[in-house]
């Protein structure tokens, strides 16, 4: 078996094709991973008192489908706002640190995706969850449909919010 042995400007072109190749999967891996990123932090914002808002806005009394129930629980996590600590955080007591960080704390409502088998992370796949008390049935609510009806309840509390120069008179 003969092989013909490349020249140099075919094992620069192949070399040159190999890395080019190579920069753009990082480059690919770099902008999902930010991608991924904004995603989480986006779906990290729900509280449990604005998901139950979503909920009785939609169609008020809620029921479980299975059973009739109307007490349902959606699992939660927490996470600690950090700009609500205090600055002298190291010097407060224990005690005093412990009742910062719990004033500092926020439930959020937890998430999952419903995804193929590539695992892929897609905003318009990820849901978050409702489960009746009662029977267990579980309801998901797609998230981008919940945070785009708060983030224009947000746009709309905004705009209806007076500007206190309105309220100066000219003098």
Known sequence: MNTK???????KEFLLKMYLEEV???E???RKAKEHKEIHETLRKLAPTEF????SE???P???SICGNSKFSTPTTSTVDRSKL????SELTKDEQK??????RRLLVTYTFLTDMSGEVDYKKAYYPLHCRTCGHLDLFRASVINLWKEQKEKAEFSSESDPMDECEDE
């Open 24 to 26: 753009q999967a990082e």
């Open 99 to 104: 009742l910062a960080r719990e004033a500092a």
């Open 28 to 30: 690919e891996i770099a």
């Open 86 to 89: 205090p600055a002298n955080m």
């Open 5 to 11: 042995k490349p020249s140099d400007d075919e094992l």
């Open 58 to 60: 939609q169609n008020p």
């Open 62 to 64: 809620i029921r479980c």
């Open 52 to 55: 139950y808002e979503y909920l």
